[in-house]
């Protein structure tokens, strides 16, 4: 998976064609830490069909405000630049985030 930062991310992210699925995480967020393994696999099983990306919002405060992730774990979906969907805290599950992805592929 491909680690983002604010110099990183917009050409990563919001230049990029096709969808991109970005995992907003901080060091101090443990549900965030135990969602990523499920994030990992999730990657594998798409690999090929959309990118995937994860920012540390610890170091990226305004960024991830800009973005309006307010909480933590995560998820959102970008096609060509624009947000187009995401789950968050409780919602930011494999099964809701794979439902996500396959709603975004069809």
Request: charged fraction near 35%.
């Amino acid at each position: 998976m491909l680690s983002v930062d604010k110099s990183t991310f917009e050409a990563e992210v919001l230049k990029s064609q096709g969808l991109v699925l970005v995992d907003y995480w901080s060091d101090g967020c443990e549900p965030c830490k135990a969602l990523m393994p499920d994030i990992e696999a999730l990657e594998e099983k798409y690999e090929g069909k959309l990118k995937f990306c994860k920012l540390n919002t610890t170091k990226a405060r305004r960024l991830a405000i800009s973005q309006k992730v307010l909480g933590l774990p995560t998820i959102a979906i970008y096609k060509d630049g624009e947000k187009l969907d995401e789950v968050t805290k409780d919602d930011a599950n494999k099964a809701n985030i794979e439902a996500m992805i396959e709603k975004h592929l069809g």
